[in-house]
């Protein structure tokens, strides 16, 4: 089973993603479900970083909450900026943070995050994984940047996903 489908999940939400799509039932239309729902995992098994053993699912559930209410409040912050303030105002930069966490999937959802909350942009890991490159909308303080990244994102990344 496991050689057919090396990931079942994304077997399965294929498979349902191409019924909705295409809003039918008809024997084609299943059959083309099921060979990508066999082949597009198959296909891809090389491209997806290290098995996943997530250790500690409360923090997960914790992290998650975080990163929703972070999401929303610099959504707001980057409205109210956009309408407010000048352009001149603003203080658009990189900031290059460094980095503890080496877990592929940890960095995979980390830049995730990264790139799903408004105002920042994931921009480069370096080559060694010990620097992380971000691009900032506005930025008031670096260093108070770094601390909050690492604490509400990388030391829960890193209990889940490396301890």
């Known amino acids: 089973m496991k050689r057919w489908l090396p990931s079942f999940p994304l077997s399965l939400a294929l498979f349902v993603v191409w019924l909705l799509l295409n809003q039918s039932f008809d024997a084609a239309t299943l059959v083309m479900a099921l060979v990508l729902a066999i082949a597009v995992p198959l296909l891809t098994q090389g491209l997806r970083p290290a098995a996943v053993r997530m250790r500690k699912p409360a923090v997960a559930l914790r992290l998650a909450a975080v990163v ?8 707001w912050s980057v409205a109210r ?10 203080h658009p930069c990189f900031v290059h943070m460094p980095l503890q966490m080496r877990d592929p999937n940890g960095l995979a959802v980390l830049s995730m995050i ?26 008031e303080d670096e260093a108070m940047f770094i601390r909050m990244v690492q604490s509400r994102y990388e030391r829960p990344l890193m209990e889940i996903f490396e301890t």
């Open 81 to 90: 900026l956009l309408s407010s303030r000048r352009s001149a105002a603003m």
């Open 68 to 75: 929703v209410y972070d999401l929303v409040r610099s959504a």
């Open 114 to 139: 990264m790139c799903l909350t408004p105002g920042t942009a994931w921009g480069e890991l370096s080559f060694d994984r010990t620097t992380l490159l971000i691009h900032l909308f506005d930025l």
